[in-house]
């Protein structure tokens, strides 16, 4: 099965800092990844997509890197805001299903 | 609509009952997802649905838990006999293949 883990569980940082989320699994025949942001007291948004062929994606002050061999993925925020504190989460998915990690809770300070 | 919806937002109910959790997704999709995030825990995979496919129940926790989707649209989940353990935020979520998911606010529910 596949295991996801994400470090760090929770990251404070000032407004402006760059930074980087990583994220490892245990299995690296995947079909794709997602990165998702979770609000407090809403549903999931959808960030980025990298297919299993692909080394990294963008949009806007958005990167995320795949490296499926080593079964790791990154997600760089840049220029981070106070509006980009959230709950990030990454999922490796198989044919059918996503396998999600617990999340790095992210708090940007103005 | 514009997005995926779940009904109802938030069930509070009794040990031992049953409950029933609807999902509306977004028109057109043909894969729908079911998953449930318990407090502090990550989200866990329940079941997934493909068009006329038979459902992949392998995340189903257990055999009080059952879904049906009804016309390649809406899908209700079910569990009976509720336990305090079923206690989460269930989310659904529709695609429109086998990429992007679109995630429903979620439906929260809390077993007394």
């Known amino acids: 099965k596949q295991e996801v883990t994400q470090i760090p569980a929770a990251l404070s940082v000032p407004e402006g800092e760059n930074l980087v989320l990583n994220c490892s699994f245990t299995d690296s025949a995947i079909y794709n990844l997602q990165w998702f942001r979770q609000d407090p007291g809403k549903g999931l948004t959808s960030l980025l997509l990298?297919?299993?062929?692909?080394r990294e994606q963008t949009s806007g002050r958005l990167n995320a890197s795949l490296d499926k061999s080593s079964g790791r993925s990154t997600l760089y925020i840049a220029a981070s805001q106070p509006g980009d504190s959230a709950t990030y989460l990454c999922?490796?998915?198989?044919?059918?299903?996503?396998?999600f990690g617990s999340g790095t809770k992210l708090n940007v300070k103005p | 609509g514009a997005g995926v919806s779940q009904s109802p937002s938030n069930k509070v109910t009794e040990k031992g009952k049953d409950v029933e959790l609807r999902c509306d997704p977004i028109?057109?999709?043909?894969?729908l997802y079911w998953y449930r995030q318990s407090l502090g825990q990550g989200l866990e995979f329940l079941i997934y649905f493909q068009g006329n496919s038979a459902p992949d129940k392998s995340g189903l926790p257990s055999d009080r838990f059952s879904a049906e989707r009804t016309g390649g649209s809406v899908s209700t989940l079910t569990i009976q006999r509720t336990q305090q353990e079923d206690s989460a935020v269930y989310l659904c979520?529709?695609?429109?293949?086998?990429?992007?998911?679109?995630f429903g606010p979620g439906t929260r529910l809390t077993v007394l």
């Open positions: 028109s057109g999709h043909t894969a």
């Open positions: 979520a529709s695609s429109p293949s086998a990429t992007l998911q679109f």
């Open positions: 999922a490796p998915r198989d044919f059918n299903k996503f396998y």
């Open positions: 990298i297919q299993s062929s692909q």
